[in-house]
């Protein structure tokens, strides 16, 4: 096989509609995208039917059209219908949830893409799924094999939770979580084996990776990057200290975001602060409804064109994560002017005193004490919010766009 050749073209397998289908949205837009495989498309038989009569299901659909010709993509959409009746119909637990479903759903495209021979394509790109078998068979015909490692491995998320677990029992079934980790680093490591690249989207994955004993060496870092619609002149943030500090949090509330450590930080700075945090609440948590601090508001889950309310409301913007890939919610409160408050976990490129701080994880007097320096100096949210903005051009999606085929022309053509 000649990769230098024009016609060097990539297969996609992914899960689901990530960040809008950015990957093969940019190879397509190269000239690179072989075929897209994936559960189910919106634009595509039978779905499409149901988008073009039922105006009131568009907002939800919307997410699920790439944004590329429909005969680009492979779909399975009676499996995953399939898949989807026997998860609701046998009421999966959370083990069986990520076995039964997401894991036989991955293993279900990685089936397709062989059977359909990778579309006669030169390398695949698996995103968001499993990938150990598709990538064996791949290398048995000399294919280029990419992963894209979205999140910190499984193996390093159990070397760090063990103590949080202790900390927070009632939180999650840690037992459980410990299976279902466990069960994905075992897959992992194969994965690892038959990948030719592993693509990062932080220094933080790579180290991650690097410290459960993977094949670090392989690993490239590609940033992520977001689209600026809605925020396109955005203006920097303003806060005159002549009210409480606004602290917005978005991602689904639990241990790894760090959610105890932030409603910790709440409990003490009642007087100071109001903290809204979005994103799903655990079903199995009521108490977070019942005992959270006076002043934080649990907004739940909301669709996308629902947020942009939410960053314009915020003074800064906190995320504590302990295990995470590139948070592209950061990169959106950037994109809003947003200083940040981060751990190194969260996976971002900000300097420490910059665009905001850098805090460790674990950690509730961290929290507070780069909160407090926003109350004592107002003027730090202004002057961060300006550098927030600046560097949230590195966060678009058209720099994102560039790594990408940089990374692309520089190890696979």
């Known amino acids: 096989m000649n990769n230098t050749d024009r016609n060097f073209k990539i297969a996609v397998g992914q899960i689901g509609g990530r960040m809008y289908y950015g990957v093969p949205a940019i190879l397509y837009h190269h000239n690179l995208l072989s075929k897209l495989y994936t559960d189910w498309v919106a634009n595509r038989f039978p779905v499409n039917l149901f988008y073009n009569i ?19 993509v492979s779909q399975m959409f009676y499996k995953s219908l399939i898949k989807d009746l026997e998860k609701r119909l046998f009421s ?75 900390k927070y029992p009632d939180w999650e079934n840690s037992q459980e979580e410990r299976d279902i980790l466990q069960f ?12 030719d690249h592993i693509v990062c989207g932080s220094s933080f994955v790579v180290e991650a990776i690097r410290q459960s004993g993977g094949s670090a060496e392989k690993a490239v870092v590609v940033p992520y990057g977001i689209p600026a619609i809605v925020n396109k002149n955005q203006v920097p ?27 910790e930080a709440a409990q003490k700075l009642q007087n100071e602060c109001e903290f809204i945090l979005v994103g799903a609440l655990p079903t199995s948590q009521p108490r977070l409804l019942r005992n959270s601090p006076a002043n934080v508001r649990l907004v739940g889950h909301i669709p996308r064109s629902l947020i942009d309310s939410y960053y314009q409301w915020a003074d ?12 592209t919610v950061c990169y959106e409160a950037l994109s809003y002017g947003l200083p940040l408050i981060v751990t190194p976990n969260t996976g971002q490129f900000i300097t420490n005193g910059e665009e905001g701080f850098i805090i460790n994880s674990k950690s509730t007097e961290e929290i507070i004490e780069a909160i407090s320096k926003f109350l004592q100096e107002s003027h730090l949210v202004q002057r961060m919010s300006v550098k927030a903005l600046k560097l949230s051009t590195q966060a678009s999606f058209e720099a994102y766009e560039q790594r990408l085929i940089d990374f692309i022309k520089n190890k696979c053509l």
């Open 316 to 327: 800064i913007f906190l995320l504590p994560s302990l295990s995470e890939g590139s948070a």
């Open 54 to 72: 039922i105006r009131s299901a568009q907002p939800k659909l919307k997410s699920r059209i790439p944004p590329f010709p429909p005969n680009l």
């Open 92 to 166: 999966y637990d959370l083990k069986e949830l990520h076995i039964k479903y997401y894991y036989s759903l991955g293993l279900a495209l990685e089936k397709k893409i062989i059977q359909e021979n990778f579309n006669a394509a030169q390398a695949v790109f698996m995103i968001g799924s499993s990938s150990a078998m598709v990538f064996k068979e791949a290398k048995k015909r000399g294919l280029i094999t990419i992963k894209e490692q979205i999140i910190a491995p499984p193996q390093y998320t159990l070397s760090v939770m063990g103590d949080v677990w202790e």
């Open 184 to 195: 994905w680093a075992d897959l992992q490591w194969k994965e690892w084996e038959y990948a």
């Open 237 to 263: 943030k303003s806060y005159e200290g002549n009210r409480k500090l606004h602290v917005l949090t978005v991602g689904t509330l639990g241990l790894r975001k760090g959610t105890p450590y932030i409603l």
